[in-house]
């Protein structure tokens, strides 16, 4: 039996947010710090207060044309290395302190190179505060007289609020009281900490306008930091301090109950709305800027810092400092706050100090420093990669998806890209000459993140209830006061009776039977007694409320003498803390001298060490200095000996060229011979036909003289590296040779279509070949050799006419090549005799058919010798004399 298999739980849908076609760029600003020394070279100018200028420094590679191209970028608005902390809070964090308060979101952050002024830029300095403390004293300083009791408001751990009433506040704040180890709130006119003593002057205190009156406010903080792609809350509560952890002599950590306790990381979730949050992050509700501010510093204290070549105190982790603010509706009596969850709106401003980025190359990190600056490095290229995505989506109409989740920087703001808030920058630059090329870099990103653009957040729905219901609750509260002083104020012995004698002098309510229609008495009766109990009635509730109002002023009254214990308790915490610091000095003192010893030793070890160093350096460069001498040795007998070696094969080079040259001299000497030996039988055979008279019996066929031999002058045949150089003639050999042309093989015969036709008695043949005018790849692919007839004038003014035979092969490719194996060369001539003996059939009747014949036969042979060959040369098919008489045919 098969069981049916359980469904999956479906996913909640998200509720339906307004839809807003609305888009803002994200508000990129740049800020210059100065110089840390005047005699320093600055690599920027600040030509507007919206447009700077990059100038490349001297020493840096010129471009292709040899020049220093210098760059210029715009921004929304430029800050000067003049501008003060309450100039750029005006024109930056301002707006998104006033939209946090009407219930929008913001988002915050600074970007920049290592050492440029980040930190300073977000938090400040004793005078001059930065960004997130005037943004919190800007925040209470609009909301201070309507904000909540404490544990009104209650984070619900999944990044909502829930809204408790007064009796369930009131127990959790009686239950944090009596808890000795969470300490109280301080009061708002005390500072704690002089590190941040005196940061925003009363004259620069800035308040948001139009904010609603009858709204009730809380505000929350928490703080953590991104280290390593880990998520830590730095404002958790943990035994021992892992960040600051304490060393004995032993080099073992001093552990808390025996058990060191190391930081968790937390993980990001994501909530009912899809919006990103930090699961189990600290949320502390603060109720003034100084709480708020302790709040920051002691998350600030375990931050993650490290001093590197490029800055002493430079951040190893991006820090986000998010406060919450919370707000509800007031009921309709203007009194507490309106019980109902839905009512309720969370904005929130979350302030982000991104770690500078750097290269290793300048810090010379290494270990735990080269890890992080990674890790810093790569959560700065996602987040540039995230924006290059958004752009390309933005001004292509792609759809491309943004790696979010490559980095928890991008994963835990992306709801802010998707149109959560409004997303400012601040591009913070250091003008020395040694940040050029990262300013560069910095500066493109900036330009790039200019074109991204957000959607604009929708405002919060308005409540249904009346405007006004603060005031008039707050003016009832003083009429009713006033009343009660001009009486004297209520007694608790006049409550009671003022009760019994209402309860007494109650009228009873008559009889009210009517028997008589004409009855006009009962009626009226009933009436007034309906109407003395309804002013009975009312006299009561006013009672009844003033002596609610009379509880609630006691109620107050015993909050004021709690809060004034309660500062009392702080300036007593303040005095022993101040005790505390000044032992804690003492102790940091004679940590500071042990660690300056050690230190010392340290040096010395490190000096000791370099010494060691220095002398194994010494004598390796000695080692290598003598290996390189004996291969210099090496080298240069070797040398020695390769040009004894290119002598010789010079030597024997010019000895195998002078043979050589021999050869072709007495190659050329036989040639000329047979040469002169042809020639002197022409003329004889010319005389002969001169001079020859017909006789009746012709006398017999001499003899052909035979060639002069010079094979004594014949040298052999000798192989060389180079190819022979061949004859410019050969003579007539006095053999039979059939051509090396001659065979089965297929021929391409190329005759171009200029050539002349020669009427001379031997025409080459090839038999079984393919002619053609023009070469084809077509007509190569069909044949094994190839023969091309070329024609030219010769010295003497004939026709010389030569045959140029290749090969035919196929190449790799799959083509066909021609390799030029053989050059022969045919002359053409004419007989020099004044005229041509007629046959003698055509005159003379027949004697004797062998007479006849003969006769006709050798006066046609001995004119047909008119072709001088090159030595060696192959005529082709077709080609059949080669010096022997022709024979005619019968």
């Not at 991104?226 to 073992?252: F, H, M, Q, R």
């Not at 002691?298 to 070549?309: L, S």
């Not at 010893?597 to 070890?605: R, V």
């Not at 002169?676 to 001079?691: C, G, P, R, S």
Request: proline content about 6%.
């Amino acid at each position: 039996m098969l069981r049916p298999t359980k469904g999956k739980t479906p996913r909640r849908p998200a509720p339906k947010k307004p839809y807003n076609n609305q888009k803002d760029p994200v508000g990129v600003y740049c800020r210059v710090r100065p110089l840390s020394c005047d005699d320093e070279e600055c690599c920027i100018e600040v030509i507007h207060n919206t447009t700077i200028q990059l100038h490349a420094p001297d020493g840096l590679k010129a471009n292709r044309n040899g020049e220093y191209k210098e760059t210029q970028y715009s921004f929304k608005k430029v800050f000067g290395i003049k501008t003060t902390q309450m100039e750029l809070f005006e024109d930056v964090s301002k707006p998104l302190v006033d939209d946090v308060i009407h219930g929008k979101n913001g988002l915050l952050f600074t970007y920049g190179v290592t050492g440029s002024g980040k930190t300073y830029t977000m938090t400040g300095s004793a005078g001059q505060g930065g960004l997130l403390p005037r943004s919190l004293d800007m925040i209470f300083n609009s909301i201070g007289p309507y904000q909540a009791k404490r544990f009104v408001f209650k984070p619900d751990d999944k990044n909502g609020m829930e809204i408790q009433n007064q009796v369930d506040a009131l127990l959790e704040r009686q239950k944090r009281d009596s808890q000795q180890n969470v300490p109280k709130t301080p009061s708002s006119r005390q500072r704690l900490d002089p590190e941040f003593a005196d940061m925003i002057r009363p004259e620069e205190a800035c308040k948001a306008d139009g904010v609603d009156e009858d709204s009730s406010y809380s505000v929350f903080v928490s703080y953590i930091e991104i280290y390593n792609n880990y998520i830590y809350d730095l404002l958790e509560e943990t035994p021992v301090d892992p960040l600051k952890a304490k060393w004995n002599s032993g080099g073992t950590p001093l552990r808390s109950n025996t058990e060191f306790i190391p930081p968790q990381s937390k993980i990001l979730r994501e909530d009912q709305n899809h919006n990103m949050y930090v699961a189990g992050c600290t949320e502390v509700e603060v109720k003034s800027t100084d709480e708020a501010f302790d709040v920051f510093w002691k998350g600030q204290k375990k931050r993650r810092i490290a001093n590197t070549q490029l800055n002493r105190e430079s951040s190893r982790s991006h820090s986000v400092f998010i406060i919450k603010l919370a707000q509800a509706p007031l009921d309709a009596d203007g009194d507490n706050v309106l019980q109902d969850k839905n009512q309720v709106t969370v904005s929130q401003l979350c302030l982000v100090d991104l770690a500078g980025s750097e290269r290793t190359s300048r810090t010379r990190a290494e270990g735990s420093r080269l890890r992080e600056a990674g890790n810093i490095n790569q959560s700065l290229m996602t987040l540039r990669t995230c924006m290059e995505v958004l752009r390309e989506n933005q001004m292509c109409g792609t759809n491309k998806m943004v790696p979010y989740r490559d980095s928890k920087v991008t994963h835990f703001f992306k709801n802010y890209f998707d149109g959560e808030g409004k997303v400012r920058m601040i591009v913070c630059v250091n003008p020395k000459a040694d940040d050029y090329e990262e300013t560069l870099l910095v500066m493109r990103f900036a330009e790039m993140t200019q074109e991204v653009e957000v959607a604009r957040p929708v405002d919060r729905p308005i409540c249904g209830f009346a405007p006004g219901r603060r005031q008039r609750n707050l003016a009832f509260k003083d009429e009713l006061s006033r009343r009660l002083e001009e009486r004297g104020g209520p007694v608790d012995t006049e409550i009671p009776a003022a009760l019994n004698q209402l309860l007494q002098s109650f009228p009873p309510l008559p009889p009210c039977e009517i028997s008589d229609p004409s009855d006009d008495q009962t009626l009226p009766r009933l009436i007034e007694a309906l109407e003395r109990r309804h002013r009975m009635r009312q006299s009561m509730i006013e009672e009844y409320n003033r002596t609610a109002n009379m509880l609630k002023s006691m109620l107050q009254d015993m909050d004021g003498s709690l809060m004034n214990k309660e500062n009392l308790i702080h300036q007593q915490q303040g005095q022993l803390g101040e005790k505390d610091k000044c032992i804690q000095d003492q102790k940091s003192e004679i940590d500071r001298l042990e660690k300056k010893a050690k230190m010392l030793e340290y040096k010395i070890d490190i000096l000791q060490k370099t010494t060691n160093i220095y002398e194994e350096d010494k004598r390796t460069l000695q080692h290598e200095l003598e290996s390189r001498e004996h291969r210099l040795a090496r080298e240069q007998s070797e040398k020695k000996r390769m040009e004894a070696r290119m002598q010789g094969m010079v030597y024997d080079t010019k000895l195998q060229w002078e043979k050589e040259c021999e050869r072709r001299v007495n190659a050329k000497q036989l040639e000329m011979q047979n040469k002169l030996w042809v020639k002197d039988e022409k003329l004889k055979q010319l005389k002969a036909i001169v001079t020859e008279s017909r006789p009746e019996n012709p006398p017999a066929r001499p003899e052909k003289p035979q060639r002069p031999s010079r094979e004594k002058d014949r040298l052999p045949a000798k192989r060389s590296a180079s190819p022979s150089p061949v004859p410019t003639g050969a003579p007539v050999r006095p053999h039979h040779r059939r051509s090396h042309s001659a065979g089965n093989e297929r021929w391409v015969d190329h005759k171009p279509v200029t050539n002349v036709e020669l009427d001379t008695v031997m025409q080459p043949n090839l038999p079984n070949s393919i002619k053609v005018s023009t070469p084809s790849e077509k007509a190569l692919s069909k044949a094994d050799k190839y023969v091309l007839t070329h024609q030219e004038v010769a010295s003497d003014g004939e026709i010389q006419t030569k045959l140029i035979k290749g090969e035919v092969f196929k190449t790799r490719s799959g083509g066909q090549a021609v390799q030029f194996t053989d050059i022969e060369t045919l002359k053409q001539e004419n007989p020099t005799a004044p005229s041509r003996k007629r046959r003698s059939s055509e005159n003379q009747p027949p004697q004797g058919d062998g007479n006849m014949q003969g006769g006709w036969t050798d006066v046609e042979n001995r004119c047909s010798v008119a072709v001088e060959m090159r030595a060696g040369s192959n005529l082709g098919p077709g080609y059949q004399h080669h010096g022997y008489q022709k024979r005619r045919k019968p």
